[in-house]
């Protein structure tokens, strides 16, 4: 008697766990205010006063948002966020997480992540997506006029591949 087995072999290459896609991406921002530019957010420097130049600022807008581009689809499993220390924390208050492939409305139409209730000033906190996959993230002060200061965003996930997109399509 003989046995046939068919062996059927999935290999699947991914980010490793733990490394910060984030690096990679573009970023934008609503504005730019007292030279915070979007790139510091990405620096891997979560230093959390301002003059030490590793944080961005908005002008002080209505909905005020920075956005990163991922330059491919991603499951993002965790974004985490290092805010401002020397002064103005709760700013980040209310704050919402978006990820998606959309620019509609410059990305913050994108399906939510979280609303962010408060992080201490210079703390760094981790939000679960739970594999929302996306290509944009986007960090959005929704419904009020406020500056936007964020010193460190961190994001971890694996890459979406084409046979997946594809088979998801299929589906």
């Known amino acids: 008697m003989q046995v046939h087995v068919k062996l059927h072999l999935t290999i699947t290459f991914c980010t ?4 910060n896609i984030a690096r990679g991406g573009k970023v934008d921002q609503s504005s730019v205010g007292w030279s915070g ?6 620096d891997g420097n979560r230093a959390c006063i301002y003059k030490q130049g590793s944080c961005s600022h908005t002008k002080r ?4 948002w920075w956005r990163l581009d991922l330059l491919k689809t991603f499951k993002v499993k ?3 966020i290092t805010n401002r220390k020397d002064c103005c924390s709760d700013r980040l208050n209310g704050a919402e997480i978006h990820i998606g492939n959309s620019l509609i409305d410059n990305g913050n139409t994108n399906p939510i992540c ?3 209730k408060s992080i201490a000033g210079g703390r760094t906190e981790t939000f679960e997506c739970y594999g929302m996959e996306g290509r944009y993230i986007n960090i959005v002060i929704p419904n009020r006029k ?6 460190e965003v961190e994001v971890e996930g694996t890459e979406v591949s084409t046979e997946e997109k ?3 399509l299929l589906d």
């Open 16 to 19: 490793c766990p733990g490394t």
């Open 37 to 42: 530019i979007p790139e510091r957010v990405v």
């Open 61 to 64: 807008e209505l909905k005020p």
């Open 78 to 80: 965790t974004v985490t």
């Open 114 to 116: 979280t609303v962010i």
């Open 146 to 151: 406020e500056y936007l200061t964020l010193c």
């Open 166 to 168: 594809r088979l998801c």
